[in-house]
């Protein structure tokens, strides 16, 4: 069955060959002859300019580099740039842990009043005796 399909296919290259005349036409340079060349041609020219985008952003990398080299150079600087990031949010989340445990260990603890739970006219005041005195902390 395949070897049919093949056959039938060169038959009718042969027939559109005979009938059409292809004529080949050298392009000069920088010009495509074709969409196919086109298309790449456009794709290499956003690839290259991504590059030199990237050149600008990763310090160390020069024009003059190779592409493989600059990819290189690229990949190392983005590998320390992600190193930096989870140090530093390491860092971040020890600071944060410290200053919640001096929060806690530098806050007196105070009980509430009964009347301020209850919603008295004694909000934020303790009862010593006779004496009513302010406490320092309204709640």
Not at 5 to 25: L, P, Y
Not at 38 to 63: D, M, S, T, W, Y
Request: charged letters at 25%; hydrophobic letters at 35%.
């Amino acid at each position: 069955v395949d070897e049919k399909r093949c056959s039938s296919v060169r038959r009718s290259r042969k027939k559109a060959s005979d009938n059409d005349e292809v004529v080949h036409v050298r392009a000069r340079k920088g010009q495509a002859t074709d969409s196919h060349s086109a298309a790449e041609r456009v794709r290499r020219e956003k690839i290259n300019k991504k590059l030199r985008c990237l050149q600008e952003l990763v310090p160390g990398c020069h024009k003059s580099m190779g592409m493989a080299v600059m990819l290189e150079e690229i990949i190392n600087y983005v590998c320390s740039l992600q190193n930096q990031v989870e140090f530093l949010s390491m860092e971040l989340a020890a600071a944060a842990a410290a200053a919640n445990s001096v929060n806690l260990e530098t806050q007196p603890s105070r009980s509430i009043p009964r009347a301020s739970l209850q919603g008295g006219n004694l909000a934020g005041r303790e009862n010593y005796g006779d004496a009513t005195a302010s406490t320092a902390w309204s709640i």
